[in-house]
């Protein structure tokens, strides 16, 4: 109930919408004042989200740290809700040490992540359910999402819906640069780095389980 189109509507016009390029402000109490306002519901969505953002990181930011983040969040609420037991003990795992840029900039992967889902959120039921059961065809739906400095966001999200097809890695270049390395074990004619990564793990697979 919290995940609909009107709550995504909403905090994409605060957030998306209203950028705070103001100076001085870290970016939590930035995210407050859009937010300022806002019902419960979208506050859990705007916690839930942030969730998403640092879950990945196993670098960069201890899992202390993404809880008191997260929770921050929820608590501006007027009736705050918890982190489940089992998310909160995620929260000290991740898949990729992150660099000062995933940081800094924030603010666009979380827009991303906005414009993301309500762009998934607007899609019929019979397209998510092939976007769900085809990695392929949920990267060209993620590719056509408007975005702007959030390439690692996009690249975990890959990763998060479909772990099988997208390896945990969410740097552009570090995928180019094993793709090329191990370009032996499996060469493709593809420009799609995704798919030469994909028939590089297959193959190794085929040869060492």
């Given at each position: 109930p919290i995940w609909t189109e009107p709550n995504l509507a909403d905090?994409?016009?605060r957030f998306n919408q209203n950028l705070?390029?103001?100076q001085g402000l870290d970016f939590m109490k930035k995210f407050k004042r859009q937010l300022a306002g806002a019902p419960d519901a979208v506050y859990q969505l705007a916690g839930e989200l942030l969730y998403i953002h640092v879950l990945i990181v196993r670098g960069g930011i201890k899992g202390n740290r993404k809880r008191e983040l997260v929770n921050s969040v929820l608590g501006w609420a007027s009736q705050p809700v918890s982190i489940p037991p089992n998310l909160n003990a995620a929260l000290d795992h991740g898949i990729a040490n992150v660099g000062v840029a995933f940081l800094t900039f924030r603010?666009?992967?979380l827009g991303f992540l906005i414009e993301a889902i309500l762009a998934w959120k607007r899609l019929s039921p019979e397209q998510r359910t092939t976007y769900l059961n085809d990695?392929?065809?949920f990267k060209d739906f993620l590719f056509k999402v408007p975005i702007s400095h959030a390439y690692a966001q996009?690249?975990?999200?890959?990763?998060i819906v479909h772990p099988d097809t997208f390896e945990p890695i969410v740097s552009s270049q570090n995928k180019r640069d094993f793709a090329k390395r191990f370009n032996y074990l499996a060469p493709i004619d593809s420009d799609d780095v995704d798919r030469q990564l994909y028939a590089i793990q297959q193959q190794y697979i085929q040869q060492h389980g």
């Open positions: 905090i994409h016009r705070d390029n103001s603010p666009f992967q990695g392929w065809a996009r690249e975990a999200l890959l990763h």
